[in-house]
Each structure stands twice: as C-alpha cells, then as structure tokens.
C-alpha cells in the first residue's frame, strides 16, 4: 500500500461534498450541497473555483445548488456526457462531459471517471432537483502523485478491484451511511478491494436515515484484519491538519 503523503487539503463539508485543494492550489468542489445541507457549515465559502466535480444528479449532490454554484463561481464542471449537456442548456459556460472509463485533465489534475452503483433520478420525483444521470464516482491524480478516489453514492461491486489495480488511490471517500448508499460492513470491504491505505467516511449523519458511523467502520476493518487508516472528520474539517 502506498504511504505517501498529500501536500494539499481535504475538506468534508458534510454528506458527500468536499472542497479540495491541490498542492499547487487548484480548488475542487465535488457534490457541492449547500442550501438545505443540514450538515453544511454555516457561514462557509467555497471562494475561487476551478473545477465542480457531479457524481451524479440528485439534490443531495449537484441538483439544487452545481449550476448555481458553477454561474457563480465560472468553475469548469466535469460530469458524466448527459448531466453536462443539461448543464450547457441552462447556461453554465464552462462544461467538460464524459463518461465511464474516461480522464481528462484540467488545470493539472487528472480525472478519471470510474463506475459506481446507485440510482440515477428523475427530473419530475418529488419537490427535489434531481437531473437523470447515470451515477459514477472520480479517481483524482494530483500534481505530486497523490490519488483521491471519491466513490459517489455506492454500493460495495467487486470491479473496486480494478479501481485499486489500475488507480491505486492513496485515499478513498467513501460512503458509509447506510440505506442509501453501503455501510460500514460494505465499506471495510470496499477498502480491502481497493488495497487504500486511508479511508476518509462520508455520506454519514446527516439526518436519521444514515445510521453507518466512522467507530462502526473500524470495526468491521479490524474484523478483516486491515490496517487502514480512517480519517473521520466533523462537517468543515480538513485533512491533512
């Protein structure tokens, strides 16, 4: 496993949305929720954007507040082919689609798009935004080396084998919450798949409907016998400290 260190920063700011910056300052947003994000830190600003990165539609991750956010901010937003075509019809300048299988790079940092397992919203559900797009999750490559792998909302698939043979990542965001996305049982085994030596729990807590915890996460770990690191962060918390 690798033990090389990031020279950036990771901030948790509840759910699945993250503010990274890379060593050289390249600032990401990924699943940026904000408006009715129980778990956003009040008063927070993501500031200078250069990239949005949208696992998938759903409110909880990029319908009500990435295209705002992306108007706002005039960051690039990457996100799976037909989720950036409906970005560019409502006016979001910068917009880079892709798909499954697929990289491209932009300001340094690498993207690959890998698989996840969830479902993919409908326009029409509820009183929620939730633009259809099929679900996946990134492999971030930074300009020291260092891979971050934000699985999206998931479900445990054996193919994380192929993420960690082909990726390597040296961190994993990983959901944890339960009910919607896998636990903590299904994310221990996610990690022994992948071969990360750092995993980071997300989409947890949020509201009742989220019983996975980090404690619980490291049980099932020591279960397996792994040595993985679980960085557990509060809403606004940043890795490394």
């Not at 956003?40 to 990435?66: E, M, N, R, S, W």
Request: proline residues 7%; glycine residues 10%.
């Amino acid at each position: 496993m690798s033990t090389r260190e990031f020279r950036g920063k990771v901030t948790w700011l509840g759910h699945a949305a993250f503010l990274i910056e890379s060593p050289k300052g390249v600032r990401i947003a990924i699943d940026p929720w904000i408006g009715n994000n129980p778990a956003f830190p009040k008063g927070f600003d993501y500031g200078k954007l250069d990239v949005i990165a949208a696992t998938h539609g759903h409110f909880d991750h990029f319908g009500d507040d990435g295209i705002p956010l992306a108007k706002r901010s005039g960051a690039t937003v990457i996100a799976i082919f037909e989720l950036a075509l409906h970005c560019g019809a409502h006016s979001v300048e910068k917009v880079s689609g892709m798909n499954k299988g697929g990289s491209q790079r932009i300001a340094n940092v690498e993207f690959r798009m890998v698989q996840a397992v969830h479902s993919a919203g409908t326009s029409g559900a509820g009183k929620e935004t939730n633009f259809p797009a099929d679900p996946c999750g990134y492999v971030m490559t930074f300009e020291d080396d260092f891979r971050i792998y934000h699985a999206g909302d998931t479900n445990v698939f054996s193919d994380m084998a192929l993420i960690g043979e082909l990726y390597a990542p040296d961190l994993a965001l990983l959901p944890i919450g339960d009910f919607y996305t896998m636990g903590p049982r299904e994310a221990a085994k996610a990690c022994e798949l992948l071969r990360v030596p750092r995993v980071l729990p997300m989409h947890w807590g949020t509201f009742a409907a989220l019983p996975g915890r980090p404690e619980a996460l490291r049980e099932e770990l020591a279960k397996r016998r792994l040595a993985v690191e679980v960085v557990e962060l509060s809403p606004g918390g940043s890795w490394p400290a």
